[in-house]
């Protein structure tokens, strides 16, 4: 399974919102509405951010949002914090319990 | 609370084998599916390998088929990752993650040990 492809950084100014694009195929996010993101800090565990496309796990700011259309899916950030400068990993399900994440993108706030 | 705990990372020499653990506490380990997830350095996050609360369904990243083999003793709470015939390629911090109840993504994750293979 080859990773989902997500542009390698994206940046915003605080208060701005940002858009986090993840491209696959036919076989995974264009089958399956269960794509999923992840926040990761420099050093930590990766975090739950998104499943299910839209769904938002509890504890998780409503200022993340999920879509998706076709092969693709989006996460979007608004009101953009300091805190949110992590890297993000988008993650679908391609049958067969087999998953496959994205490339990462690196979100800096100016 | 819910808690994963990764241990058994190490050096070792290309070929060799390593087995990791993962300890869980604070949710009932017998009824969730478990994963592990690595991450090179200064990579993105690969799904490694899947495993059902019974061990009756296993599945493997194409790259670690034959080498890796995925465990679990519901008794201890722990999960298990027997990684033979290691490669540099193979070199990563290793994650634990749980399955969330509703299937599909990955609720909880532990902090990860580092494998690092190199002669």
């Known amino acids: 399974q080859s990773a989902l492809t997500q542009p390698a950084s994206v940046s915003g100014s605080p208060g701005q919102s940002i858009t986090i694009s993840c491209t696959g195929t036919?076989?995974?996010?264009?089958?399956?509405?269960?794509v999923s993101w992840y926040q990761q800090h420099p050093g930590k565990a990766p975090k739950l951010m998104i499943y299910?496309?839209?769904k938002r796990p509890s504890g998780v700011s409503i200022r993340f949002s999920g879509s998706k259309s076709g092969n693709s899916a989006s996460l979007t950030i608004s009101g953009l914090q300091a805190e949110d400068e992590a890297d993000y990993y988008c993650?679908?399900?391609?049958?067969?319990?087999?998953?496959?994440f994205g490339t990462g993108t690196k979100v800096t706030v100016l | 609370e819910v808690q994963l705990v990764e241990s058994g990372g190490a050096l070792v020499q290309p070929g060799g084998s390593l087995r990791l653990s993962c300890a869980a506490s604070g949710f009932t380990f017998n009824n969730y599916e478990m994963i592990w997830v690595r991450q090179a350095p200064g990579k993105g996050l690969e799904w490694v390998s899947y495993?059902?609360?019974?061990?009756?369904?296993?599945y493997y990243t194409d790259s670690v088929k034959g080498r890796f083999t995925i465990s679990r003793d519901n008794a201890k709470n722990s999960l298990y990752l027997q990684m033979n015939n290691l490669s540099a390629e193979d070199t990563a911090v290793y994650y634990c993650?749980?399955?969330?109840?509703?299937?599909?993504?990955?609720?909880?994750w532990g902090q990860g040990t580092l494998v690092t293979v190199s002669s």
């Open positions: 036919s076989s995974d996010i264009g089958t399956y509405n269960v």
């Open positions: 993650c679908s399900y391609a049958g067969s319990r087999v998953y496959v």
């Open positions: 299910d496309v839209t």
């Open positions: 993650a749980r399955e969330a109840g509703s299937g599909y993504c990955f609720d909880y």
């Open positions: 495993i059902n609360p019974s061990a009756s369904t296993i």
